[in-house]
Every structure is written in structure tokens, then in C-alpha cells.
């Protein structure tokens, strides 16, 4: 696999995971959550972050800045609406004495319906991204594989300097250890 089949790969792997987040958002608003399965409020934390923040900005070198400050804005606009979403499930703490006999805080029918307002909201923005991130495809097979492999050198460089130097040293012995060196 190329560089350019590689990136593709991760954008429909990214988008598939977006598809599972909203999913476990639509699970938690119909009630059936599992409590490990509760999708995060913030960003970086999900796959789909990871790789828009980690990846897909290398591209904005290569005509692609507009299309990534869209998705951005978007991806910033679903995830202010699950926070908003993940506050009345999860924002109340409940009481000691809820707690010591098991009950769980409830949402009320209000809240249970806000809910689902910001999903439907959140539902509308996540078509908006799907399309965005169509384009970006579209902009990221116009790529040649020389601008691909650019952003693998990129890659590289970035893990090369995050390397310790001294690891790869044998000369140990002028080595000064410690803040001061006399």
C-alpha cells in the first residue's frame, strides 16, 4: 500500500469511526448506553479527532486549508452539541443516599426531550461533515503520490526529533548529567 491509498484508508477509517460515535450517542439518547461504551465530550479523545488533529491538518499545505477549517468548525459545533447532550446525562451528581441504595439520577421528561433536540441538531451538522469529508477525499485523490509521500516525510521527521539523541550516542563519558555541569 502507497502513501496515497495509506492516507485514504485512514480518512474512511476516520469517517467510519465518526459514524460509530454518533451511533453511541443515538444509543445514549435512546437509553440503551453501556457504560463503557459512553461516547467522550472531548475532541482529541475520539478516533476521528485524533486523526483530524494528528493527520488530515498535514494536508492543509496542499489546497485542502478551507475544506479542514470546515470540518473543524463542524466537528466543533457536534461536540459543543453532545456536551451539551453528555451534561444532562451525566452532569448532576446524585446524592449520597441515591448512591448508597443504587439509584441512579434520572433525566427529567424536559431534559430527556432537550436531549434530543441537540442530537436531531447534532445529526443535521454530522451530514454537513460527512459531505465535507467527501470533498476532502476527493481532494486528497487529486493529490500526486509525491505530495503523499510528503507528508510520510513529514511523519517521520516529526518521530525522529521526538527521539532522544543521547540513545544512539556511545560517546557517554562527556556527558554531563544534572541541571548544573561544573
Known amino acids: 500500500m502507497n502513501n496515497k ?7 474512511y477509517k476516520a469517517r467510519a469511526a465518526h459514524i460509530r460515535w454518533m451511533n453511541s450517542v443515538k444509543l445514549l439518547i435512546s437509553g440503551l448506553t453501556i457504560k463503557d461504551k459512553v461516547p467522550s465530550p472531548i475532541i482529541q479523545e475520539s478516533y ?3 486523526w483530524y488533529y494528528d493527520e488530515a491538518l498535514q494536508f ?3 489546497n485542502s486549508n478551507q475544506v479542514l477549517n470546515e470540518i473543524e ?3 466543533e459545533s457536534i461536540y459543543n452539541q453532545y456536551t451539551q447532550i453528555y451534561l444532562i446525562y451525566f452532569g448532576k451528581k446524585s446524592s449520597m443516599i441515591q448512591s448508597i441504595f443504587g439509584v441512579k439520577h434520572s433525566a427529567s421528561k424536559y431534559e430527556l ?3 434530543s433536540n441537540y442530537y ?6 454530522s451530514d454537513k461533515l460527512k459531505k465535507k469529508l467527501a470533498t476532502l477525499e476527493r481532494q486528497l485523490f487529486a493529490l500526486s503520490l509525491e505530495q503523499h509521500d510528503k507528508v510520510k516525510v513529514f511523519e ?4 525522529s526529533l521526538s527521539e532522544p539523541s543521547l ?3 556511545t560517546d557517554t563519558k562527556s556527558y554531563k548529567y544534572g541541571a548544573r555541569s561544573y
Open 60 to 62: 492543509a499545505k496542499f
Open 156 to 159: 517521520e521527521e516529526t518521530t
Open 73 to 75: 468548525d463542524l466537528m
Open 48 to 50: 476521528f479527532g485524533k
Open 113 to 115: 426531550e432537550l436531549a
Open 5 to 11: 491509498e495509506r492516507n485514504i484508508d485512514r480518512l
Open 120 to 125: 436531531e441538531e447534532t445529526i443535521v451538522l
Open 167 to 169: 540513545l544512539n550516542r
